[in-house]
């Protein structure tokens, strides 16, 4: 079984700093991918940032220069530290991962979500 348990949301002043992290637990074989999305009040779930099994980064065009992913896989752990938040950033924040696992002698390839936290920057 796998989880992913994310920290690190809260209330926060416009232009405040706020880092987020994302664990991930259970039988991972592999991590492919690993990221963030959002999904704001009346908004479609957007990709915040992604990063790849080569390490490499996509970010929204919204966040950046402002939001920094990085990865600790051998904690399989992704981080999102946010800077200059805005109110617009507001929204809950999933962690995302695409994982191989091993069960029962066999590799599986899945998706898997945390249960999301909240983000709101307000004054």
């Known amino acids: 079984q796998v989880q992913l348990v994310e920290s690190g949301g809260g209330l926060v002043q416009p232009g405040g700093s706020l880092k987020l992290s994302c664990v991930a637990s259970?039988?991972?074989?592999?991590?492919?991918?690993m990221g963030w999305y959002r999904q704001g009040p009346e908004k479609q779930r957007e990709l915040v940032a992604r990063?790849?099994?080569?390490?490499?980064?996509n970010y929204a065009d919204s966040v950046k220069g402002r939001f920094t992913a990085s990865r600790d896989y051998a904690k399989n752990a992704v981080y999102l530290q946010m800077n200059n938040l805005k109110p617009e950033d507001t929204a809950v924040y999933c962690c995302?991962?695409?994982?191989?696992?091993?069960?029962?002698?066999?590799?599986?390839?899945?998706?898997?979500w945390g249960q999301g936290t909240q983000v709101t920057v307000s004054s």
């Open positions: 995302n991962a695409n994982l191989e696992t091993f069960s029962g002698g066999s590799y599986y390839i899945n998706n898997y």
């Open positions: 990063i790849t099994s080569g390490g490499m980064i």
């Open positions: 259970g039988r991972i074989s592999r991590i492919n991918a």
